[in-house]
């Protein structure tokens, strides 16, 4: 990762490790985490000054055209991207009291209705396991909890949803499995409308016997 | 031919600065732009201003937006801190890294469609708001990326290369810097070295907004009869106000001015702008004489040029919002931060380690008040 010294002591530090002749490119990966390291403008009279400019230049930010210096900022944007997602706030999981197939996805000023719509539920006897996802990229604990779930209600205040559109092209999973629940008429969204339509669409889940009729 | 390296080769004993550094120092890499472009003059200007002014070249930050004009920081200054940024945003990422670190000179560089259309509010904001910086605008009145359209800045009435009359009204960036509230106003002309050094020394020690407008023909789509920044236009409708002679505040004025042919005017630092009159008895001090001039003359069809205004005591946007000007108490606040970015709400609530980081950050900070951890939990003071 683009560790960095401690503030007080970074331009310090950075003027020494150039000076050992360690190795500085703008965007070179050295660690593996996508993260280049960066030196603080003004720190060394030859060493450290860099070039930011868009995608057409190499890892040390020199203007480049070469295929080959894209195909490696593109691959290390998606390593920053994995380490991003082990660096920002993880999904908070809430298990229900019994083991269920039903999971909901929701994030936000959504929680607290999620919250009380969990609650009656439960009192109707429909358990369902939440996830409150709170950054992208997605934690590798959002796919897993899709994986885990038979059906995935996600619930959020768009007409569009678009955290289920973000679900289904980074976890790569099956969109039928996620239910749209969603709440556009400019109140803030409900407990009672919540349970009603994920109520609702459990009993749509809800398998009839076939009856076998004797002749 | 990015790819090709300038030669290593160097002129035997080339001149140095008082640095040590030869003008190769401040140079860049290989300009790709049209052979004769007014740009490559432009960034000549700007290796001979900092070579003259003794410039560290680290110690430059030199931002840009998209266009032919935004690709010259590449041409200049190899070893400055550089920042291409998106169409017309140069202006908004210069004053927050001109807010992070105040020690550094910052050149912006753009053009006239990345300031005078895509970027315009920008560049309006960054001259109001009093950025400290030297904005350099390449204006050829042409988007030359894009193969020749009309910029905002090309006169109304002038022609394309296809003969098409441009029918809308031009923005003067000099004009409505001015009006804006920028402190050096300067227009010159790429073809006029002479004229364009001294003003971009000039607007490297100013403090506060200060912008050249820098009228830059287009050698491969504006630069025909019926066009207004043709070399030929230019030179023959040049009105040049004044001549500048910079002199830094450690040289003495050797040259010997009549009496009543030159105005003397020191900057904040000491450095000495001697204006050369040229005809007219312009006073380049007078804003609002200024703002009059500029239409007088845009009128008869004259393009102004030379420092057309200069506040010798203007501030800076550190100044109105009274920052922290010394590193170490830049670094002592950072040390506090560093303190206070260790404790965890929660964790240190659990172990009673907030208390102990806050008391640790109230005493670094020298201050016996209470204080407040992120936590929002009242810090009790440590006595001294």
Redesign the interface.
């Known amino acids: 990762m683009g560790r960095l010294a401690p503030l007080r002591s970074r331009q310090g530090h950075e003027r020494a490790d150039l000076d050992s002749g360690k190795t500085f490119g703008r965007y070179l990966d050295v660690d593996g985490d996508g993260i280049p390291w960066r030196t603080i403008p003004g720190t060394h009279p030859t060493k450290g000054a860099f070039f930011s400019r868009g995608t057409t230049r190499n890892a040390y930010a020199k203007y480049s055209e070469a295929g080959t210096d894209y195909v490696y900022n593109m691959e290390r944007l998606r390593r920053k991207f994995e380490t991003a997602k082990k660096l920002v706030p993880a999904p908070v999981l809430r298990k229900a009291a019994q083991p269920t197939r039903f999971g909901a996805i929701y994030y936000g000023s959504t929680s607290h209705a999620m919250s009380e719509a969990a609650a009656l539920l439960k009192d109707k006897g429909v358990h369902v396991d939440l996830l409150r996802v709170r950054a992208f990229p997605f934690a590798d604990e959002v796919t897993q909890f899709i994986d885990e779930h038979d059906v995935v209600f996600v619930v959020e205040q768009n007409e569009s949803g678009q955290l289920r559109m973000l679900l289904l092209t980074e976890g790569d999973c099956d969109p039928k499995k996620l239910v749209k629940v969603l709440h556009y008429d400019g109140t803030p969204i409900t407990a009672g409308f919540i349970s009603g339509r994920i109520a609702s669409a459990v009993d749509e889940n809800k398998v009839s016997p076939i009856r076998k009729v004797a002749s | 031919m990015?790819y090709l390296a300038k030669p290593k080769l160097l002129r035997y004993e080339q001149p140095k600065n008082a640095l040590g550094y030869t003008r190769r120092d401040y140079e860049g890499?290989i300009s790709t732009l049209c052979a004769g472009c007014g740009h490559d003059s432009i960034s000549a200007a700007v290796v001979q201003a900092a070579f003259d002014l003794d410039i560290?070249?680290?110690?430059v930050?030199k931002l840009s937006g998209i266009g032919c004009s935004s690709k010259t920081?590449?041409y200049f200054l190899g070893?400055?801190?550089?920042?291409?940024t998106t169409h017309g945003r140069m202006p908004s990422v210069l004053t927050g890294?001109a807010m992070a670190?105040r020690?550094?000179l910052y050149l912006g560089v753009s053009g006239d469609g990345d300031s005078a259309s895509i970027g315009i509010g920008q560049f309006a904001h960054a001259m109001r708001r009093g950025v400290n910086m030297a904005y350099l605008v390449e204006n050829n009145g042409v988007y030359g990326l894009t193969k020749g359209q009309f910029s905002a800045t090309t006169d109304k009435g002038s022609k394309n290369k296809r003969g098409v009359v441009n029918n809308d009204s031009p923005i003067d960036l000099a004009a409505l810097a001015l009006q804006l509230g920028a402190t050096y106003v300067a227009r010159s002309f790429s073809g006029d070295k002479e004229q364009l050094v001294p003003l971009i020394k000039g607007a490297m020690r100013h403090r506060g907004p200060a912008i050249i407008d820098v009228i830059s023909p287009c050698v491969t789509f504006n630069n025909h009869p019926g066009s207004t920044k043709s070399y030929d236009y230019v030179r023959e409708h040049n009105d040049a106000v004044n001549r500048l002679d910079f002199v830094l505040p450690r040289d003495k004025i050797t040259t010997s001015y009549a009496p009543g042919t030159a105005r003397r005017v020191v900057q904040h630092d000491g450095s000495v702008l001697m204006l050369r009159k040229l005809g007219t008895d312009y006073d380049p001090t007078d804003r609002v004489g200024a703002m009059n001039y500029l239409q007088e003359r845009s009128a008869m069809g004259e393009i102004v040029t030379g420092l057309i205004y200069v506040n010798p005591e203007s501030g800076d946007l550190h100044t109105a919002l009274n920052t922290v000007e010394k590193r170490d108490q830049v670094?002592h606040h950072?040390?506090i931060?560093?303190r206070l970015a260790a404790c965890r709400p929660s964790a240190a609530r659990r172990r009673g380690g907030c208390r102990r980081i806050g008391r640790a950050a109230a005493h670094d900070a020298g201050d016996q008040r209470a204080a407040r951890c992120p936590a929002g939990r009242r810090i009790r003071p440590v006595p001294a």
């Open positions: 990015t890499a560290e070249p680290h110690k930050a920081p590449d070893a400055s801190h550089g920042f291409n890294a670190n020690d550094l670094e950072l040390r931060l560093d």
